[in-house]
Every structure is written in C-alpha cells, then in structure tokens.
C-alpha cells in the first residue's frame, strides 16, 4: 500500500457550475505541502499538474474528484494519468475520510462534509465560504494575470489547499479506520464522471407519462372525495383515514401500527399491507402527487439538458445513493422508460445475477461461521435459489418444480415468487412481522405471520448455514451496537444493530465488488482505446446493474465487454462464489429489457 508519508494537497477554484456543466472551466489550481503553497493560474497550470500526477507523491484534495474532472475536462489528455493516478493508490480524499471515520464510530448525527464545517470540527478554525467571498467569482478572472488579482482572491484559493493538507494531518490520528480510502476515492472519481456525462429523456415519453399519472390521480381523487378520506381541495383527511386504518385493523384482527405520538400509521407500506383498497388508494394518491411534482418536473429538464445526479459515494452500508434517486425509480409505470440514450446510441447494460445472495454467501465462507455454503453450492452450480425454496412449499422436489415452471404451472410460479421473498428478506434478520410488510411492500406478496414463519422453516432447511451466521452477528451485538469490519477491505461501521450488522456484512461486499468493477467499465470507456467501450459513457449505476450510452454500430461488443469487465472487478471480492453479469441492448431504460440476440447470436437492442 502507499506509505502515509504526507501528501500534496490539491485544489483548483473555477467558473460556476451550471445545468449540464459539472465539471466548469478551470481557473487558477492551488497546490500546499509541508514546506509551501502555490497558486498557478490556469495558463500555467498544466506543467504543474502533469508533473504532480507523473510523481509517486500522495495527492489529497477535498472532493477530489470534482478537481479532477475539472483537469480533465480542460485537458482530456491527460486521462491516462489521472486514471493511473488513482489505481496506484495516490489519491485521498479529506471528505471520504471524514465519512469512514464518522461511520467506523457510528457518528450518525454529523451530516455535513463542506471543508468549511470539516476545518471547525478538526482546527477549530471558522472559514468565510459566504456568498460575500470569492468563492463564486473566480469566473470573473479567468482572463486577468495572477499577479492582478485581487489579495482576497488568492487568499481564498490557498487557503483551500493549506485547509486541506491541515485536515488530513488531524484525520490521521484516526487512520486506523482509513484502511478502504483509496477503493472508496476511486470510487468516487468514476460516480462523479458518470455524473458529469448524465442521463436524457424523451420529450413524448415524458408528456405521456404525466397525462397517464395525471388522470389516474384524478379517478383515485373522485372516490376517495366520495369515502370522505379526501376533501374536495385535494387535501387528505387525515383523521378518517386513521379511523378507517382503526377498524381495517379491528375487522381483520391486525395489530395497529402507530406512529411516535400513538395515531395510525398511514405510510404507503403500512396502507398496502392492510389490503384495504381504500387505504391503499389514499397511499397511492400521495404518491401520485410527489411522482407529478417531483418526478415529472425532473424528466422534463433532461429534455433539454442532461439529467446529473450527485451520486454519494459511501453510505453507512458501504453502498452509494444519488440526489435525485435515479437508482431507487419505479420498476412499473413509465418513469424509467423515459431516459434514452442521445440520438445514435443505444444504451448496453448488465446486471449481476444474485448479487447480494452470492456476496452473503461469500460472507458466510470469509468470517468462517461455516466451511461450505449450501447457498454457495446451489449458486455454483447453475441452481434457482428462489425454486429451491418454493418446492418446499409445495412439497415437490427440485427437477419436479423445473419442469413444473417451465410449463407454466401457476403455483409453482407463485411459490418461486415466495422464494424470492425470503431469499432477500430473511438474510438481514428480518422477523416475523416485519418480514410481512417486507413481502407486500418490496413484492407485493400478501402473507399471513403464520405463513411467514412456515416460510422461514423452509429457508433454514435450505440453507442452514444461516444459523451460524446469525448467531456470529448476534455475537457482534452482545455488548451492545455492533462495530462490524467489512471482509477484504478494513473498513468498519459503528453503532450497528442486530438487522443493520447482518445487512451491512454482505450489502457492504456487494458495493466494494461493484464499485471495483466501476472502475475497471470507466477506465476501459475513457483510457483504454484498445476496448470496444471506449468512447462510451456510463450513465447509471443501480447497486447491481451498470448502463452505459454507446454507439449503436459497436454495442454488441461494448455489452459483452461491459459484462466481462464486471465479472472481473467482481470476482476479486467474490472468489468462493464467482459473480455472473447478464448482458443486454436497450433503445431506452426498462427493468423489463431482457437479452436478444440475431439468428449470429449477437447482441441487438430489446424492445417492448
């Protein structure tokens, strides 16, 4: 690993970022060690920078990555560099420290990661970032010589670096929890050029949606008016609501769910799970609403310029997030279809099949709570782990429910899509009566207590090593929250329950599996001329599936490439349980995209 000794902290100041430009002109680049500090404007930058990034030298700088995508968007040529930069473990980032320190001692309550709050907390230095500053006027130097500029503005732009280089000497009185920082900054370098590039949609798919949203919220609005539950402003009464939640609950002898200060839950999950058609209306009205303000509203603007999510790079799991959630969008109801590639393209994807059942499995194996995986097997082997469970159901044995499902015996269909239930639901420790809000919320599975807990009978009889497993977390939790150690990476999370500890162990390796393979997709589409994706362009990434914009004439082979690239960045985390990665073509984003191939066996785009 690259030695601690300390490093060059980076920063450069730029033109304000706008709508479709995340990564703005460049203006002047900051540069603070040990001995010194420069300030370079940006007609001279360059020498500067080739030299840092052609050094062995450490470079940190906080949110880094915007840094770099401003260099590079100023010099694509010197990709190459950057991109080696990082996978020699050279680049660290004060802010991706900052949040593996906070989660390693479960920090929760400390949310904000501006270099501002990060010198307060660490220096006890207040730092002047208001509009008052120059923190948004370097624009108006980009042509005006260094040696014109005004005092305050170099000021400004050092104090940047020294604040930096000053933050991760303090930070490293905590580098026992730092082990992961250079996986997590590549990490957040390829996000953050996903980012830069973005997402468009389609104009008629848009308007097609809103209409359709439109009048389905109209003709839910009608009947709830009728039932009372609504009035007719359009607000929600939400005390007859509550009333009808009360005797839903009573009729069906179902335990109420409360809020803190003791009324009826009315959450979407809570609503469905009661299998009241009204209630369920009243949540789907609501959500209707935040689609048609939120989600229309947003699909518009990627009409005219490309969508750019910020993607967070580390959550608490070890999983990334964005803003807005473009990784969390409705499977059903169009939301998705309307994202397309730019004209000429199509969209090539992948997605790892039973990614986070193989990284549980692989969990299992690496903390030793068991010398073989029943799961793993079955996984190795080519086997449906969903089938598995639901001829148990049944009462059928596992050649039987193959044949039953390919000739399209609806109960073993049914059984599997139970399978499927468990197989997610109960590996994070899920219990009885949280299991059944899970099933209905997340499958839209409607099953009693008693049938959940049969169903988990049945998932231990198929895979017993899960005792074990939940025994060691239970062993993690005895004193108490849990800090947990991911496995292959050192890093750790703080303060973590019984369910979080369980889900954390095998979400956490999913994420540092899928993020490698992130790497590897980027730097073969914007380093690696040799690759049938370079050239091409990640646009999303939704935890176990990669999408990436590409020429039409060369897709087939950017969508096997794409494929081949995660496996390998994959297997480094997954070695007892190799990682699959289906390949396919889309004309535009669909959940239900499925691979097709020509009468040559070559890749050609899905459509509906």
């Known amino acids: 690993m690259t030695d601690r000794r300390e490093p060059v902290a980076f920063d450069t100041e730029t033109a304000l970022i706008a709508p479709g430009l995340q990564a703005p002109p460049l203006v002047c680049v900051s540069i603070a060690d040990a001995l010194d500090s420069e300030l370079v404007h940006h007609v001279e930058a360059r020498e500067w920078i080739e030299g840092l990034l052609a050094s062995d030298r450490v470079l940190v700088g906080h949110n880094v990555a915007f840094d770099f995508g401003v260099v590079a968007a100023r010099w694509p040529d010197l990709m190459p560099a950057i991109f080696a930069k990082y996978e020699r473990g050279e680049v660290v980032d004060t802010l991706i420290r900052q949040k593996l320190i906070d989660i390693a001692s479960s920090s ?32 108006e130097l980009f042509d005006v010589p260094l040696a014109w500029w005004p005092q305050e503005a170099r000021d400004y732009a050092l104090d940047d ?69 609504m009035r007719a402003d359009g607000s929600r009464n939400v005390k007859a609501a509550g009333d009808r939640m009360r005797a839903v609950c009573k009729s069906k002898g179902l335990a109420l769910v409360v809020t803190p200060k003791g009324a009826p839950k009315l959450s979407h999950e809570v609503c469905e799970a009661v299998g009241d058609e009204l209630l369920e209306h009243y949540a789907e009205v609501s959500g209707l609403k935040t689609k048609l303000s939120n989600f229309v509203a947003l699909l518009r603007k990627g009409t005219s310029t490309p969508l750019q999510p910020y993607f967070d790079s580390l959550k608490e799991t070890g999983r990334t997030s964005s803003s807005p959630n473009v990784q969390n969008l409705p499977r059903k109801g169009g939301v998705r279809e309307c994202f397309v590639p730019r004209p000429g393209n199509v969209f090539a994807a992948a997605d790892y099949s039973g990614f986070e059942l193989r990284s549980v499995s692989q969990v299992m194996l690496a903390v030793g709570v068991c010398t073989r995986s029943k799961l793993a097997d079955a996984l190795n082997k080519g086997f449906d782990p969903h089938l598995e469970i639901a001829r148990r159901i049944v009462g059928c044995t596992y050649a039987e429910a193959e044949r039953r499902l390919a000739a399209g015996d609806e109960e073993i269909d049914t059984a599997r899509q139970v399978g499927k239930v468990a197989n997610f639901g109960f590996p994070g420790g899920l219990g009885i009566k949280t299991f059944v809000l899970y099933a209905r919320k997340g499958y839209g599975v409607t099953i009693t207590e008693d049938e959940a807990a049969a169903l988990k009978r049945y998932w231990f009889e198929a895979w017993p090593e899960f005792v074990p497993y939940f025994a060691w977390i239970s062993n993690q939790c005895e004193s108490g929250p849990a800090k947990i150690e991911q496995v292959f990476v050192r890093r750790y999370r703080g303060g973590a329950s019984y369910c979080e500890a369980a889900n954390s162990m095998f979400q956490g390796l999913a994420a540092d599996a899928a ?36 020429a039409e004439e060369r897709a087939a082979e950017a969508a096997e490439e794409l494929s081949r690239l995660m496996v390998e960045g994959a297997s480094k985390f997954l070695p007892d349980v190799p990682p699959i990665a289906v390949p396919y073509l889309m004309r535009r984003w669909s959940k239900g995209a499925k691979p097709v191939r020509d009468n040559e066996g070559r890749l050609i785009p899905w459509a509906a």
Not at 110 to 116: A, G, T, V
Not at 515 to 537: E, M, N, Q, W
Request: with cysteine; charged share 30%; aromatic share 10%.
């Open 515 to 550: 993020k490698h393979a992130g790497f590897l997709i980027a730097r073969a589409c914007y380093v690696d001329t040799a690759s049938p994706l370079f050239g091409a362009r990640i646009v999303n990434f939704v935890h176990d599936e990669f999408i990436v914009e590409v």
């Open 161 to 229: 670096a020294r604040l930096t280089l000053a933050i991760w000497r303090a930070q490293e009185s905590q580098n026992r929890h730092l082990a992961d920082e250079f996986r997590q900054a590549r990490a957040a370098w390829w996000l953050h050029l996903m980012r830069c590039w973005g997402m468009r949609t389609d104009g008629a798919a848009v308007e097609a949606l809103a209409t359709k949203l439109q009048a389905r919220h109209d003709a839910l609005e009608g009947g709830l008016v009728s039932a009372g539950l």
């Open 108 to 139: 929760r309550g400390f949310k904000r990661y501006s270099l501002e709050e990060l010198a307060r907390r660490w220096l006890g230095i207040k730092v002047d970032k208001s509009d008052d500053t120059w923190r948004k006027r370097y624009g």
